[in-house]
């Protein structure tokens, strides 16, 4: 029995929780076990970019919501502002060509476009599927609202090109953390980690 709780049925001689059993589980025989996994597994937190294992703490890691999955590699390219592709963003070139923008005249072909979200109509979804074609799109987008124009597009460039674009929702919270030019990894699970 569990000394401290009379409540729970059984005997059990150790008080360790085991794989596979129904029962209450207590912290303190993971905190024996002074970290999440043994050698080579996960660690619990050094305060470091990379602890002794190689992993990344998670301070450096974001869990997005994949609304287009993928997997992508690009250097951050960010606006508080939306924008709209219609108009704004330059299919042939892969410019941001909207002179009212914070991000007029940036180059955003293969980088990783984070955004709050778009703006404009469903023409937006024809510049980025032409964007796609022909090798000028962002390497992913980010978006802290799940935008149908963009995941349209990425969805039929799957269809008709074969070759997506990872589109994203992450929290707020994480969208600030973000800045131009940290490189970012996005997995297809929608982990997508920062780098300096």
Known sequence: MYPDHPHVVGSRPQLD???????????GAVERQRGLRGPGGVCAFSGTRQDHAGGWDL?????????????????????????SLWGGY???????????????????????LVLPYSRGSS???????????????????????????FALAGIVAEEMYGN????????????????????????????VRLDE
């Open 17 to 27: 929780d085991e794989f596979g059993q129904i029962c209450l589980l207590f912290a």
């Open 59 to 83: 301070a450096e890691l974001i869990q997005a919501k994949p609304i287009v999955a993928g997997t992508a590699r690009g250097k951050a390219l960010v606006s508080q502002e939306p924008l």
């Open 90 to 112: 330059d299919q042939a070139t892969g410019e941001i060509i909207d002179r009212r923008h914070p991000l007029s005249g940036q180059i955003a072909a293969g980088r990783v």
């Open 123 to 149: 023409t937006a979804t024809a510049v980025l599927l032409e964007a796609l074609r022909a090798g000028t799109a962002p390497a992913a987008i980010l978006t802290t609202a799940a935008d149908a124009f």
């Open 164 to 191: 997506g674009i990872p589109i994203l929702v992450i929290e707020w919270v994480d969208f600030q953390r973000i800045e131009t030019g940290q490189w970012i990894d996005i997995d297809a699970d929608g982990t």
